[in-house]
T-cell receptor, first 117, second 112 residues
Framework: DTGVSQNPRHKITKRGQNVTFRCDPI?????LYWYRQTLGQGPEFLTY????????KSRLLSDRFSAERPKGSFSTLEIQRTEQGDSAMYLC???????????????FGSGTQLSVL | AQSVTQLDSHVSVSEGTPVLLRCNYSSSYSPSLFWYVQHPNKGLQLLLKYTSAATLVKGINGFEAEFKKSETSFHLTKPSAHMSDAAEYFCVVMDSNYQLIWGAGTKLIIKP
């Protein structure tokens, strides 16, 4: 399967710990997006990359959050000093400029479910 | 600013009966609108999208949606519900930067 892959699927951590999630997009997709989804809500945009450049960050992305895409392929999302309010599903999606221009499609991973105790 | 409002947080129907999931949007221009489905423990999947070619859009799994500009609505329907349709459904609008703005979701419950 060459879809968007996210690891880990689940992460349980204690408040104050740091966590890191990984997203492997579909090969050759130059756009990569991070979303956060809390229970009973739709996904909320966090940030996106075009190749290795982080082009936009939501106000939701506090200083404790950092995302990278060092080689324009996989991406990591790190949360420092986690808080209980960070508990959510973190979703990654990828696409390309061509796909977006023609049919505006994003391809989503299954997400990483974070629980902060 | 663009936004979407899903009018029902939960919809419950019996298997074999019609499904209606309601969505209203707000946009300053003719928007691109989508419906996504999220099954438990699975990734979000695109059901269908509207991009001004036709007001009635057919999607996968027998779903369709009708764009009504006068009502600013994009309701999702299916003639006959199946147990496998039980999932969460999101109405989404895309802004000019290809960013998706999501509704809060409607959980579809199918009764046997």
């Amino acid at each position: 399967d060459t879809g968007v892959s996210q690891n880990p699927r689940h992460k349980i951590t204690k408040r104050g710990q740091n966590v890191t999630f990984r997203c492997d997009p579909i090969s050759e997709h130059n756009r990569l997006y991070w979303y956060r989804q809390t229970l009973g809500q739709g996904p909320e945009f966090l940030t996106y990359f075009q190749n290795e450049a982080q082009l936009e960050k939501s106000r939701l992305l506090s200083d404790r959050f950092s995302a990278e895409r060092p080689k324009g392929s996989f991406s990591t999302l790190e949360i420092q000093r986690t808080e209980q309010g960070d508990s959510a599903m973190y979703l990654c999606a990828s696409s390309s400029e061509t796909i977006l221009a023609t049919n505006e499609k994003l391809f989503f991973g299954s997400g990483t479910q974070l629980s902060v105790l | 600013a663009q936004s979407v409002t899903q009018l029902d947080s939960h919809v419950s129907v019996s298997e074999g009966t019609p499904v209606l999931l309601r969505c209203n949007y707000s946009s300053s221009y003719s928007p691109s609108l989508f419906w996504y489905v999220q099954h438990p423990n699975k990734g979000l999947q695109l059901l269908l999208k509207y991009t001004s070619a036709a007001t009635l859009v057919k999607g996968i799994n027998g779903f369709e949606a009708e764009f009504k500009k006068s009502e600013t609505s994009f309701h999702l329907t299916k003639p006959s519900a199946h147990m496998s349709d039980a999932a969460e459904y999101f109405c989404v609008v895309m802004d000019s930067n290809y960013q998706l703005i999501w509704g809060a979701g409607t959980k579809l419950i199918i009764k046997p």
